[in-house]
């Protein structure tokens, strides 16, 4: 079974709008962290946000927010008031284990599209 | 401050060749990651080093690849008789917290193309 299952190959939204990206993980441990990076067509990938599996609050970093919902296994990625930068390649990653120096399983990734 | 780089940038190869491909971490980070993203698909784990030693390498798809980090800085991947398959971006990664979030910060990879 997959570890990280993004669900949407691409989407698209217009400049100002708020968006998300889906997210579900598949993970026995009672402890991990979720990450998302974003990959712009320059080919570097670039954090965005964290949240780790025993955070009771929803993370927020500026215009990106994680929403969290520990029990469906999802962890959606939510962009608000997208830009024309916004548009770039998203993949959400989990770490898996006790917090630490540890690999992250990524999943395949979506295209999103800002639409002027 | 200088981030992760990795040399070179680009990389045409022939089929059966050996190649290097090179990563700076940023400097103090202990944790040093190798993936490989292929096209349309999201990074896969190759190996990680915490210092000089490979904690995990159970990513390395067989044996003819293989990496070192002799001094706990640089490291280097290095692939022996290549085949068309290897073909892929190889991304470099770098963390320093034990704890926390340990956010990795990517290197901009290297396109490897094996004719």
């Known amino acids: 079974a997959q570890k990280i299952t993004q669900t949407q190959p691409g989407m698209f939204v217009q400049e100002k709008e708020a968006v998300t990206l889906d997210c579900t993980y598949d993970t026995s441990d009672q402890s991990y962290g979720l990450f998302w990076y974003k990959q712009p067509s320059s080919g570097e990938m670039i954090f965005l946000i964290y949240q780790g599996s025993y955070d009771e609050q929803n993370a927020t970093e500026g215009r990106y927010s994680l929403n969290f919902q520990k029990a469906r296994k999802s962890a959606n990625l939510v962009i608000s008031a997208s830009q024309l930068g916004d548009s770039a390649m998203y993949f959400c990653a989990m770490r898996e284990g006790r917090p630490g120096n540890t690999p992250l399983v990524f999943g395949k990734g979506t295209r999103l599209s800002v639409i002027a | 401050g200088a981030g992760v780089s990795q040399t070179p940038s680009n990389k045409v190869t022939e089929k059966g060749k050996y190649v290097e491909l090179r990563c700076d971490p940023i400097?103090?980070?202990?944790?040093l990651y190798w993936y490989r993203q292929s096209l349309g698909q999201g990074p896969e784990f190759l190996i990680y080093?915490?210092?000089?030693?490979?904690?995990?390498d159970s990513g390395l798809p067989n044996d003819r690849f293989f990496a070192v980090r002799p001094e706990g800085s640089v490291s280097t991947l290095k692939i022996q008789r290549t085949e068309r398959g290897d073909s892929a971006v190889y991304l470099c990664?770098?963390?320093?917290?034990?704890?926390?979030?340990?956010?990795?910060?990517f290197g901009p990879g290297t396109r490897l193309t094996v004719l």
């Open positions: 990664a770098s963390s320093l917290r034990r704890t926390g979030n340990n956010e990795q910060f």
């Open positions: 400097s103090g980070h202990t944790a």
């Open positions: 080093f915490q210092g000089t030693g490979a904690a995990d």
